[in-house]
């Protein structure tokens, strides 16, 4: 698909869930996608990005902010504690907040580099064993716990099991959301971003719709 086509999906699925025209923010997932293809995707103007992993972000996304104003940097795959430096000089949102040890470890590099990204808290709202994120039952702690050492939550972030209606798991981060009163929602990929805007998505992390399928490393 093209930007364009994805960008009216996602006005459509906006006025259809009467939502106001512009209220979802398309994070291109560009991860292992050759430079060319993601410079493309920059020359046709967008600029709000989303890598997985820290040192594969770092090797191409200094130059391209050099060469494009107003890089808008996300953070979308899990973050081990001794990269947080590193993520938090390069991405404007980290996505992927599921550890009290990570959040004391933002907590702390940010009162001494006097800035913090943009964070959501990952839940597994599937509870499956080998995936990443805080418990449904925890996440409220969690969140509390967060908030204690001042650290600007913005939202929630979810990957639904594959093979599940995503839609049950888009609606549960929403509940878990809105009662903790956590705006953010960053849930609905290629397959599902349509179903996820329609329960509350703010942000929608696509990647192959936009640049083809990911080429196996
Ligand atoms: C790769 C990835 C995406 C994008 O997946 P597509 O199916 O290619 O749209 C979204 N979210 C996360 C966390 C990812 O790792």
Partial sequence: MTLREISSLMAQAETAAGRAAGSVTLIAVSKVQPNERVKAVLDEGHRTFGENKVQEAAGKWPEFKQQFAGVDLHLIGPLQSNKTRAAMELFDAIHT?????????????????????????????????????????????????????????????????????????????????????????????????????????????????????????
């Fill in 97 to 217: 907040v599921d550890r009290p040890k990570l959040a004391k470890s933002i907590a702390r590099l940010a009162q001494e580099m006097g800035h913090c990204p943009e964070l959501f808290i990952q839940v597994n709202t599937g509870e499956e064993e080998q995936k990443a994120g805080v418990l449904p039952a925890e996440t409220d702690a969690f969140i509390t716990e967060c908030q204690s050492m001042d650290l600007p939550v913005t939202g929630l972030m979810c990957i639904p099991p594959v093979n599940e209606e995503p839609a049950l798991h888009f609606a549960l981060l929403a509940k878990i959301a809105a009662r903790n009163g956590l705006r953010g929602l960053s849930m609905g990929m290629s397959s599902d971003f349509e179903r996820a805007i329609a329960l509350g998505a703010t942000h929608i992390r696509v990647g192959s719709a936009i640049f083809g399928q990911r080429v196996p490393a």
